[in-house]
């Protein structure tokens, strides 16, 4: 079984920056690609950024040169980091992760969520 770990949620002012972190462990082969997804109250869940393997990205156009996605292979670890923060950026942000296990079973796991409060 795959564990996530989010950290890094708080409260900040608008303008400010948080960093979020997602740790993935149990028996992983490799991990294809990971992502951040959110959710504000009351709207749906929508898919923040992504990371694959060999690093190519995508944005939500929302966050586009606001935030950046980047993961270490090694520590099987994404990492978001979040600059010009704005109030429609408040949500839950929950990571994602996809790939195989040594046993050559596939996942799909996500974390329990880690909250993002930007006050105006």
């Known amino acids: 079984q795959v564990q996530l770990v989010e950290s890094g949620g708080g409260l900040v002012q608008a303008g400010g920056s948080l960093r979020l972190s997602c740790a993935a462990s149990?028996?992983?082969?490799?991990?294809?690609?990971m992502g951040w997804y959110r959710q504000a109250p009351e709207k749906q869940r929508e898919l923040v950024a992504i990371?694959?393997?060999?690093?190519?990205?995508n944005y939500t156009d929302s966050v586009k040169g606001r935030f950046t996605i980047s993961r270490d292979n090694a520590k099987n670890t994404m990492y978001l980091q979040m600059n010009s923060l704005k109030p429609e950026d408040t949500a839950v942000y929950y990571c994602n992760a996809r790939g195989f296990l040594y046993d050559h079973r596939s996942f799909d796991s996500w974390g329990q969520g880690t909250q993002v409060t930007v006050s105006s």
């Open positions: 149990g028996s992983i082969f490799s991990i294809n690609a």
């Open positions: 990371v694959t393997s060999g690093s190519s990205t």
